[in-house]
């Protein structure tokens, strides 16, 4: 009789275990972690379409481009630069076209540090940007590298993300804390 009645309880507490579940998948499960995103991109602004960031007073809130990169537009000492956001690079790294907009000359910078990049060895010139702005936020002395090649967009990288409080991705949202 206590086998039977232990085996009941175990029946029901199961039972009762799978249903729970059930209810907290349908709340959260494939499509749900999207609708909390938009939930909270709700609460801090009316609209926003794919390609766009919305920056409140300590967040900045990117959506994927189609091919699923997160880019967004930064300041280096006033100038506006297109960045890639990238957590595989170690540090920001600027393109020859961008260093020039903000001042430094390619040309004249010493290239004696070597990357290893996902297109192989290249050598970079080790830079100290003053002043870094991501919405709200102003970074300054962040270390930086300017590459050698042409690149289609700089590289916003660890030297910059790791003085950031947080960040994350959810989906095809990536969040941007300070």
């Known amino acids: ?4 009645l232990r ?3 175990l029946l029901l507490f199961f039972a009762l275990l799978a249903t729970k579940g059930v209810e907290h998948f349908a709340r959260s499960g494939p499509g ?10 709700a609460q801090n602004t009316a609209a926003y379409q794919a390609d766009e960031a919305y920056a409140t007073h300590d967040q900045l809130v990117l959506r994927a481009s189609q091919n699923g990169h997160f880019t967004l ?5 006033g100038t506006p630069i297109d960045f890639m956001v990238d957590t595989g690079a170690t540090t920001v790294v600027l393109s020859p076209q961008d260093a020039s907009r903000v001042g430094l000359d390619p040309d004249s910078l010493d290239y004696n540090a070597v990357f ?3 297109n192989g060895r290249t050598s970079v010139a080790l830079v100290t940007l003053d002043r870094l702005t991501i919405g709200a936020l102003d970074l300054y002395d962040v ?6 090649k042409p690149m289609s967009m700089s590289l916003l990288g660890m030297s910059a993300l790791e003085q950031l409080a947080g960040y994350e991705v ?3 949202q990536m969040i941007l804390r300070w």
């Open 116 to 118: 290893e990049t996902g």
């Open 170 to 172: 959810d989906g095809d």
């Open 1 to 4: 009789m206590g086998t039977t």
């Open 143 to 148: 270390p930086a590298a300017v590459i050698t």
């Open 7 to 9: 085996n009941i309880f």
């Open 73 to 77: 537009e930064a300041a280096i000492d």
């Open 32 to 41: 749900a972690s999207a609708d909390r995103g938009e939930a909270k991109l």
